[in-house]
């Protein structure tokens, strides 16, 4: 079945520390990758979007992430995790075959930020 | 300058009762969209629309009806509300129709509480 995951629901990392958030998905064609933030009591945000060409995208807040084909992945990375980064992160994508830009959300990773 | 906005923020209302979320928009854009944030944070999308035409219609009953009254504004109604109508419910927006090049902007989200 077509999905996205993210198989980590929790995570707790140490403030300066690196950071990586899984997602993989299940679509034939490639699909149009994204990662959304959500900070507690507030709507989504779009950290970094993924279409095509360069597999490495620069995301805002210093988040950086890597498309990976073979691995059906799509991987949010952080070299140095700051307190205020404690959030809720999603990974969507909209299939290669949509006509609707349609997103759909991974389950959400919790990222808690230890001092 | 709130780029698009809900209210209420927060809804408590009792079984069976009908109501209405508001949602506003002020970045020109030209498509809306519902989103349903489940208790576990699981989120999907219910509804879009595209210059007020309805373009995405999910499986959702039908005690939800979307209205469009022009392009800077998409409503939800819900009738005879239900338990499981308790959830998050997030409004976005983007420009370019179905094109998913649009990123989505989202609402701070609504809140609603069915007793």
């Known amino acids: 079945a077509q999905s996205v995951t993210q198989p980590d629901i929790h995570i707790t990392v140490s403030e300066g520390a690196s950071l990586e958030l899984r997602c993989n998905y299940s679509?034939?064609?490639?699909?149009?990758l994204f990662w959304y933030v959500q900070s507690p009591g507030q709507g989504l945000q779009l950290l970094l979007k993924y279409f095509s060409g360069d597999t490495l995208v620069q995301g805002i807040k210093g988040f950086e992430a890597e498309f990976k084909r073979s691995q059906s992945s799509f991987n949010l990375r952080k070299p140095s995790v700051h307190w205020s980064d404690a959030a809720e992160y999603f990974c969507?994508?909209?299939?290669?075959?949509?006509?609707?830009?349609?997103?759909?959300f991974g389950q959400g990773t919790t990222l808690q930020v230890k001092p | 300058d709130t780029a698009v906005s809900q209210t209420p923020k927060y809804l408590v209302t009792q079984m069976g009762n009908d109501k209405s979320i508001k949602c506003e928009q002020n970045?020109?854009?030209?498509?809306m969209y519902w989103y349903k944030q489940d208790s576990k944070k699981f989120l999907k999308i219910m509804f879009s629309y595209n210059n007020k035409e309805l373009i995405i219609n999910e499986t959702v009953p039908n005690r939800f009806s979307p209205k469009s009254p022009d392009k800077a504004h998409l409503n939800l109604h819900i009738n005879s509300l239900e338990l499981g109508d308790s959830a998050v419910y997030f409004c976005a927006s983007s420009q370019g129709g179905t094109r998913v090049l649009g990123t989505q902007y989202f609402g701070p989200g609504t809140r609603l509480l069915v007793l």
């Open positions: 969507a994508v909209v299939p290669g075959s949509s006509n609707t830009g349609k997103l759909i």
């Open positions: 970045l020109g854009h030209d498509t």
């Open positions: 679509y034939g064609a490639t699909p149009y």
